[in-house]
């Protein structure tokens, strides 16, 4: 199951047991947003359960980023069009096939055909699919994915980083493997972060302390461009040995190699 939260009047966050994935849940008026519902199959049912109860109308889904683990949805939720930016819906499309083998072979069939259905988006959500009461500003760049998208709810001042940002998880410029367009984005979302009052992350705690996260996401960056290691407690964390060895080797290759030490 996942643990509900809600971090805003009409706002909820439902973070899966699998990697601390949050969905997010934003209503107004008996209508619902829904941006990056996951993960597993009965938490997935479970956030139509919790829907209904709610007598939400789903009508509209958004999508981070061209991940499996951000590109789910359930029948459940109904056929409101699902959005994401445009380079994000070329990528649910065009890599498919790897998107459907990272989801695993025992993931429902059903379920599995419904993931990655986004359409284009522009700069904004097209009205029908924002609920009344709301704003919601796109943040668009490249750090972590291509097209990665923040969302920005200017009214609740709630700041939705997708997979940025995060108290669990170290930086991840990869794929491309690209360190300044990972601080390009961090430069992007930092009016954003000094004015949030929450963070939610795509990955880990909703907290308060989004400029702290951004400050700290810098830090991190920053030392390992200057000498190839950093004492964030991060990169102690579950999962986050081969991500640290990676951003050294980025660093290493984006300070043109080690230069030979004098002896
Ligand atoms: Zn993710």
């Known amino acids: 199951m996942s643990t509900v939260t809600e971090v805003a009047p009409g706002m909820t966050v439902a ?7 949050n969905a997010t849940v934003v209503s107004g008026r008996g209508r619902a947003l829904l941006i990056d519902p996951a993960w597993m199959p009965d938490e997935l049912d ?13 009508i509209g889904g958004f999508a981070t980023h061209a991940h499996h683990d951000h590109l789910l949805w359930h029948p459940r939720f109904g056929d409101a069009p699902r959005w994401a930016s445009a380079e994000t819906a070329r990528l649910a499309e065009a890599e498919r096939p790897a998107l459907l083998d990272a989801l695993g ?3 429902p069939a059903g379920l599995a055909d ?8 522009g700069d904004t959500l097209p009205p029908e699919s924002v609920p009344p009461g709301v704003d919601v500003e796109l943040i668009v760049h490249d750090g972590h994915a291509p097209g990665h998208t923040a969302v920005w709810l200017p009214r609740q001042h ?5 997979d940025m940002l995060s108290d669990i998880e170290l930086p991840l410029p990869f794929a491309p493997d690209d360190l300044p367009s990972y601080m390009a984005a961090l430069d992007l979302l930092a009016p954003f ?17 989004a400029l702290a996260r951004l400050d700290a996401d810098r830090r991190y960056l920053d ?41």
Do not use: Y
């Open 15 to 21: 973070t899966s047991r699998k990697m601390s994935t």
């Open 46 to 58: 479970a956030l139509a359960t919790e829907i209904d109860r709610r007598d939400l109308t789903v």
């Open 105 to 107: 072979a025992d993931f």
């Open 114 to 121: 419904l993931m990655g259905r986004v359409r284009a988006t």
């Open 158 to 162: 709630v700041l939705l980083a997708g």
């Open 193 to 209: 972060a000094a004015q949030a009052s929450v963070i939610v992350p795509g990955h880990g705690s909703v907290g308060s302390d």
């Open 223 to 263: 030392d390992m461009i200057r000498s190839g290691s950093s004492d964030d407690p991060r990169v102690g964390l579950p999962g986050m040995a081969d991500a640290h060895a990676r951003v050294r080797r980025i660093a290493r290759d984006l300070r043109g190699g080690d230069r030979p030490q004098p002896a």
